[in-house]
């Protein structure tokens, strides 16, 4: 799908090995403290699936999903809280730092120096901020099967998954960073990611809500991958998740092509 939205970009013909460069810079670039902030991103979720996955869920008890399978509260959460470290890993990468390298740091402007073009920039950064997202994702998978709210065989399923739902928000999130116009906007980012977290279908279903709210949550990109990612390790998969996997292709293809565009444009003035 990519290399039908971005033909005019790039030639991909050593893009991939450009591409690596760039995340590879990332990794030789990290410092101890940046650790400790990765620990943190991961401990959120962790700490909303105990406090409100398990300790709400003694009070809500079992929850109903659309196929008419019932599941307990926390393996309804818990999916949900998957999905939204997947996010949270991808467009932390994404978005602040990467505004940061680009608007201040102009950390770009010296990799265009090398053959290095901004689309290859864009993809190397992508394929860092996967790196953290499936670290998150991995161990909160793994957490998942210790407390049997998946099961293994689900959990490995639930992976590539997961791994798509970073792709995808990481592109959304490059996007936005070519877009915005300086620090402060970033507080609009943070409220936007926290409503997203909150009624993306993540503590109660999409029905739930009242009718004419309904189809605005089911619509959005989080809702998308919490129904993705529950459908797998729960083990109702149909229909709709085919729909969710097309939704997240396009939204990845979306955000990389016109990220790729605006950095040309701001790059290569």
């Given amino acids: 799908m990519l290399t039908l939205v971005l033909p005019k970009l790039v030639s991909f013909e050593g893009a991939g090995r450009r591409s690596a460069s760039v995340a590879e810079r990332n990794v030789t670039a990290l410092g101890s403290a940046y650790w400790l902030v990765m620990l943190g991103g991961f401990l959120e979720p962790v700490l909303y699936l105990f406090s409100i996955g398990i300790g709400v869920g003694q009070l809500i008890g079992d929850i109903g999903l659309p196929g008419g399978a019932t599941v307990s509260y926390a393996e309804f959460v818990a999916p949900a809280m998957l999905a939204a470290s997947a ?16 608007k201040y740091m102009r950390l770009y402007e010296g990799m265009l120096a090398t053959p290095v073009r901004p689309i290859e920039i864009a993809l190397g950064e992508l394929a860092w901020a996967m790196i953290r997202g499936s670290i998150y994702s991995a161990a909160f998978l793994v957490i ?23 792709f995808a928000f990481g592109a959304l999130g490059m996007m936005t960073s070519t877009l915005i116009r300086s620090w402060q906007d970033f507080d609009l980012i943070g409220s936007a990611q926290f409503a997203l977290f909150l009624f993306s279908g993540t503590f109660v ?4 809500y009242p009718a004419a709210l309904r189809w605005l949550v089911e619509v959005t990109p989080l809702y998308r991958s919490v129904d993705l990612i529950r459908g797998i390790t ?9 729909l969710d996997v097309v939704y997240l292709l396009v939204l990845l293809a979306v955000g990389l092509a016109v990220a790729g565009r605006r950095m040309e444009r701001m790059l290569c003035k």
Avoid at 87 to 102: I, P, Q, R, V
Avoid at 145 to 165: E, I, K, N, Q
Avoid at 205 to 208: K, N, Q, V
């Fill in 234 to 242: 729960t083990g109702t998969v149909g229909w709709v998740q085919a």
């Fill in 87 to 102: 996010m949270s890993g991808a467009l932390s990468e994404t978005t602040f730092n990467f505004f940061g390298k680009m």
């Fill in 205 to 208: 279903p999409a029905t739930a």
């Fill in 144 to 166: 998942m099967v210790a407390m049997d709210l998946t099961t293994p065989g689900r959990a490995l399923s639930a992976f590539p998954a997961t791994v798509l739902v970073g």
